[in-house]
């Protein structure tokens, strides 16, 4: 179950990394679009089409963000249940929390851009949670006691 | 804490969090089959409930019995079955690859070989007649006439007011042109992909006397492969017209989002909007005209007397060239600000009397986190509720309805009212006074609100939704009903998928 936990926590850290890399591919994909002299309006951008190739990049970061890192984050919060890790559950709590105010803030980034601001800045603090919370999993669950301790419980 | 006991709660802890989730996800989803009179609330507007047994019945599987046990069937709103047609147009729908105007390939939809399909021209007061044969569409098609307030069987929604026509069938609408101006035809089966690979085109009516403008141009605009086109052409259409002749542009939006139209190297007047002719409408310069999703402007341009040319810029992607070859106008720079239709041209007293309404409506627009049919997302709300607890508006024949119109989503919305044409009355508080804005197609940017008012005088059952169809397919769709009148039509996954 440890094992399980540091995965799903890794597994997360590096759904931010597609996050930051597919919007970041999307948005240098849409300069060079309009660059070679396309334009990007919203009735194109509704139209559904491939206008250019990165645009996927916008797909992925909507799919990976609003339904993928959520799901596996609220599968991380269960594991940590059941899985022994020193303060498991509350690490896997605070990353579900910061998934939340994520996806909130990228939604609110729709209407005032300060909030795209802070989702991206939030992003760097999920990150941190992620691994942070993996690492904890890689910690024994005691420390480690000396030789004439443990000859007592031996005995 | 011992062993067993942690485990005992971490699987409480586990239920406690799927428990309510696994609840949500059951009551999201739809039935095989049903009525869309079976769907969400009924939502009287502070008028009288309807008195017939017939009607809203509310998502309860045990009234389903009582469909049909009272009131009309809208089968029969349809036109005089005794008149003789005066236009006849047979249109037939493939699903092919094609090739536009413009060479690029398509693998979509014709209408008679073509994409957009061909344009339907009726004078004012004619009998238009269409027979639409499904050569090889295996998802089903019907023809919903956009802008038309047609009888209420001839609207074209698979599912309420029509079964889709299966490949091998063929369907006939007839209605009477009874609105001058300029409108579109496009399927509402499966409408936010089909539409979007062509199963549409233009539709113009046009006064009984002589036209006023010299030159008449129809631009319906429609993304083909992400890339703008102009009739199916891409880049720069040339349309003929000499110094001095006046030009009627008629812009039909066909794809999902707002379009921004300005004219480079002439001013130019805005005469029509959804059909509706602008009361004195004044010269324009320097300023866009903003085309919502499915909606329609013409514009009239006086061309230069020097020869030069002008040109009617779609969005800034495609353009519509007045003056033949000899032009080389420069493309004008997308102007910043907009022509406010709310303000625009001279009032003239409306043709009905909005200040008293039977009917006071809410359409607020939200979003939220939920199941959607079984799938989880951040879907559309129509005040508070997710689809299918959507309102069902209900009016009685003859009732003056307002409606607020309110976005607090995020995204635009360009909605979309069938059967009907509204007045629009204010917008975030401000009142109308211009010429009369009356719309089929509004342009609801996040964060706006509009009071419209229309009167209803069209029996039926007619789709109140968002025309930027992915929306529409994500359950941002309401219905207005008539007290007295059924539909014994269901959408479902086997046959009627209206969006």
């Known amino acids: 179950m440890k094992s399980v936990y540091r995965v799903l926590a890794y597994l997360i850290a590096l759904g931010v990394v597609v996050q930051a890399a597919s919007m970041v591919y999307a948005i240098a994909g849409l300069g060079i679009w309009v660059d070679e002299g396309g334009t990007f309006d919203k009735a194109a951008f509704e139209s559904d089409e491939t206008l250019f190739p990165e645009v996927v990049g916008f797909m992925i970061h909507g799919m990976n963000g609003m339904m993928l890192i959520p799901l596996l984050a609220l599968i991380f919060l269960i594991v940590s249940f059941f899985a022994k890790v020193p303060g498991g559950v509350k690490w896997a709590a605070l990353v579900l929390l910061a998934v939340v105010v994520q996806v909130t803030l990228g939604i609110f980034g729709h209407e005032n851009a300060i909030f795209g601001a802070l989702h991206g800045v939030n992003a760097l603090l999920l990150f941190s949670l992620a691994v942070t919370a993996g690492m904890r999993a890689n910690r024994p669950a005691t420390t480690p006691v000396s030789s004439s301790e443990s000859e007592r419980e031996l005995v | ?499």
């Open chain 2, 1 to 499: 804490m011992s062993s067993r006991l942690r485990l005992v709660l971490a699987c409480l802890a586990t239920a406690a969090l799927l428990a309510p989730l696994t609840w949500f996800w059951t009551t999201s989803l739809l039935p095989e089959e049903y009525s869309v009179m079976d769907m969400g609330y009924a939502d009287y507007g502070g008028g009288p409930a309807a008195e017939l047994q017939g009607g809203h019945t509310g998502m309860d599987p045990g009234t389903h019995a009582e469909m049909g046990a009272g009131g009309t069937s809208i089968v029969a709103l349809t036109a005089d079955q005794e008149r003789r047609a005066d236009v006849k147009v047979h249109l037939r729908a493939e699903k092919r690859e094609f090739e536009l105007a413009s060479g690029r390939e398509v693998d979509g939809y014709t209408l008679n070989g073509d994409s957009p399909g061909p344009v339907i021209r009726a004078k004012q007061g004619q009998l238009v007649e269409v027979r639409l044969d499904n050569e090889s569409v295996p998802e089903g098609i019907t023809l919903h006439w956009h802008g038309l307030d047609v009888p209420n069987a001839m609207d074209g929604v698979a599912g309420v007011t029509q079964d889709a026509v299966l490949e091998g069938d063929s369907f006939t609408y007839r209605f009477v042109a009874e609105q001058v101006g300029t409108y579109w035809y496009h399927t509402h089966q499966v409408s936010h992909e089909l539409v979007r690979r062509g199963l549409l085109g233009g539709l113009v009516v046009t006064p009984r006397g002589d036209d006023p403008a010299d030159v008449d141009a129809l631009a319906v605009v429609h993304h083909y492969g992400g890339h703008r086109t102009i009739n199916g052409d891409e880049g720069d259409v040339s349309v003929a017209a000499a110094s001095g002749e006046t030009v009627r542009v008629r812009v039909v939006n066909t794809d999902n989002g707002p379009m921004p139209v300005w004219v480079s190297g002439s001013p130019f007047r805005v005469l029509a909007v959804d059909g509706t002719e602008v009361n004195e409408p004044t010269m324009v310069n320097g300023e866009s005209v903003l085309v919502t999703a499915g909606g329609r402007a013409d514009l009239e341009i006086a061309m230069p007397d020097d020869g030069s040319g002008a040109r009617v810029e779609m969005g800034g992607s495609a353009a519509m060239v007045l003056g033949g070859s000899r032009t080389d106008v420069p493309q004008a720079d997308a102007p910043e600000t907009f022509v406010d239709l709310l303000s625009y041209g001279s009032p003239t007293p409306p043709d009905f009397d909005p200040s008293n309404p039977a009917r006071s409506f809410e359409y607020v627009i939200g979003r939220r986190p939920g199941f959607l049919d079984g799938r989880p997302g951040l879907w559309w709300t129509i005040n508070g509720h997710m689809y299918p607890n959507v309102p069902m508006y209900m009016v009685s024949e003859g009732d003056v309805v307002k409606m607020r119109i309110e976005n607090n989503s995020g995204e635009v919305h360009p909605m979309h009212l069938h059967g009907h044409h509204a007045l629009v009355l204010s917008r975030d508080g401000v009142e109308a006074t211009g010429s009369p804005w009356v719309v089929d197609s509004l342009n609801v940017a996040d964060g706006e609100s509009y009071d419209i008012a229309f009167v209803a005088d069209n029996p039926g059952v007619w789709m109140d939704h968002c025309h930027n169809l992915p929306h529409a397919a994500e359950g941002l769709v309401a219905h207005l009903m008539y007290a007295g009148y059924t539909t014994p039509y269901m959408i479902g996954r086997s046959q009627n998928e209206p969006e």
